[in-house]
């Protein structure tokens, strides 16, 4: 519904068909949810720029919390006038209010005249508005109406018991809510950063350098803070607002805690050469935050005499390598205990070495390194070299993430490989090794359709070494009368 | 090489060394060297493999990119007993020739704890991450698989990676996935062909042995010659020809199987 409807007298609640025959020049689109929540989405983006916690009333609302902010913005009336003309700029309008509680201004926004609730009068503020107003659906609604309870003032200082009795205990909560009688807390889409620095531009900016620049100044701000607490920042976000207000948003995470200006600066110039276009300033930028999400301990440290600031120096190396390809593409190798060969090694990103908050702000689940960690504590993940009498290394250095189909000829059907052709050449096998008999572990194999792989070490003709398995055990899981499949070989890797 | 020669020979060398910017003769008496172990190849090298500079490696044949991976990897682990060491690894690289495999790491001497491992999308990542590697201190060892013949590691990127690796004095190893005619500023480029090895008592596979060929050598001749890799001691060492070209032909005899 728009204004213009409005105007004729239409409300939100008609049938369609009552309202064409009554107009039937009238122009109807079908209801878009999903495209009204992401514009609600996009709207609390930019909501940001009042106050970092803003949480989502969907599906018409945004909630935001700003207290302590309003200052900064010339006091609350001026904060609505801004977000107001703003918003209308953008081509939206809003109906804003300012209370002590959410409930109080839910309904002053959406029922009341004057937006703004001065502290401890929210009573006489909700006194005259409808029972709508108090977030009720609407069979409490009707059945209040019945016994001739029409406003909140009707209500509002009634015994609770016997109104809890008949309507609910929500009911009664809402009052206590508007009321603040009773606590409600306002979740924040975002999470709340530990620490978070911010500056406004009368004109907007576009100039990469000016961003850069900005950063780092904001970064020497945030020194401050975090030095005083005695912390390092391991997750840094700085969000850019467009002066159309889209916001961009760049994470990084970091290795080891960091402070330093002069890194943060070009860890972000690292980031914003990869992103390029896609961060695109359009008419520049008129407000920049840098905030740290996720802070740890931080202890200053005597850098120089004992070298002793090497970790430093690969916390940063990981940093800025993390900054232009991702922190997920960087990982240590860490043994597994397991004989499955591809499980046998997992690549843990290298940064997440220590905090978990990191991690999972990163889409990793701790719970699942706890389970590895503890089975690591359990018993030490085998050495491969110590339990193996070869003299050549008994695993390939380079493994098939998919391991590559090969027709393999054997002298008996459960010895090993003569000859076999891998991507079409034939290799004659001058020497081998094994078998060394793999089969899955029972709790990954459950249904036990897994079959049991031999694998050979082979060294062809050529002197190439290749890793190569037979799948199945020969007459015991195929080759017999029910199961008549020939083995099928495989190469899994290459040795050195 | 008469005399007269090997002099002009040198001047010349003076004389790109100076256009280049390097100075040969510090490089010469006091630059570090990575000793292999193996004599002949340190001699013909000078002393060892230089640190501080960029090398090029590349397999024989696509059959033969173990061997060459191999070799950089037991390089790495000479160059560094407990600093860390980068391998950069091109998408496509791991998924044409196989991941660098941790416990194939360990196998080989070079324990996988030590290895960080870095998967980019594109060639050009591979080399700014290579240069920033190199600037690090903290490494012993880069290495950095190129899957292109050349076009990405051009004159001009190997010498701006050359510059980095002098600053500091790191390892730095080009993997190229197949020989590339193409000019460079890497110190020495090799081909890597995989040995057969030296059979042990139960005729089972030997040490890992190379092929190496020098194809360019700034310091010093080329050459080619057979090297083995012990992976307990971490030392090369050389593996006379003669040997090793007797142990190949073996057809007639079945291959006689040990249990693993």
Redesign the interface.
Known sequence: MNNAAARLGLIASMALADARAMYPALAAADADPHADAKLLEAVADWCDRYTPLVGLDAPDGLLLDITGCAHLFGGEAALCRDLIERLARQGLQASVAVADTVGCAWAVARYGRAPIVARGEAHEALAPLPLVALRTDADTVAGLAQVGLQRIADVIDRPRAPLAARYGQIFVRRIDQALGREDEPITPRLPLPAALAERRFPDPIGREEDVLGTIEQLARELDRVLERRGEGARLLQVALFRADGKVHRLELGTAAPLRDPARVRRLFADRLAVLGDECDPGFGFDMLRLSALVTERFDPQQSGLAGGDEDADLAHLIDRLGARFGLRRIARLEPRNTHIPEFAVAAVPAHAGRNPKVRAAEGREPRRATAASFEARLRPAPQNDEHMDSLAPVRPIRLFQRPEQIEAIAEVPDGPPVRFRWRRVLHEVARVEGPERIAMEWWRDAQGNKLTRDYFRVESRDGARMWLYREGLFEREIGQPENPDKPTWYLHGLFA | MPAAETATLSRLREAVAKIEGSDLSALETGGRVLPLGAGPVDTALGGGLALGALHELAPAG??????A???A??LAARAGPRK?I?WIQPDFA??E????????????GLP??Q???????RPT?VL??ME??LK????SAIVAELTDEGAAADLTATRRLTLAAREVGGLGLLLRHRLSPEPSAAATRWEI?????Q??AF?????????LSLLKNRRGPLGRWTIE?D?HARVFAPLSVAVAEAT?D??NR??L????
Request: proline share 7%.
């Open positions: 696509a059959l033969h990119l173990g061997a991976a191999g070799f990897l037991a860390p980068l791991s998924m020739a196989g991941a660098l495999y941790g416990p194939g790491l360990t196998a080989l996988m704890q290895a960080l491992l870095l998967r980019v999308a990542d700014w991450a920033e590697g690090s201190r903290v490494l062909t995989a040995a057969p090895s059979p042990d005729d089972g596979l030997g040490r890992t042995a190379f092929i890799w992976h190949v073996r057809s079945a291959p199987i040990r249990a693993g």
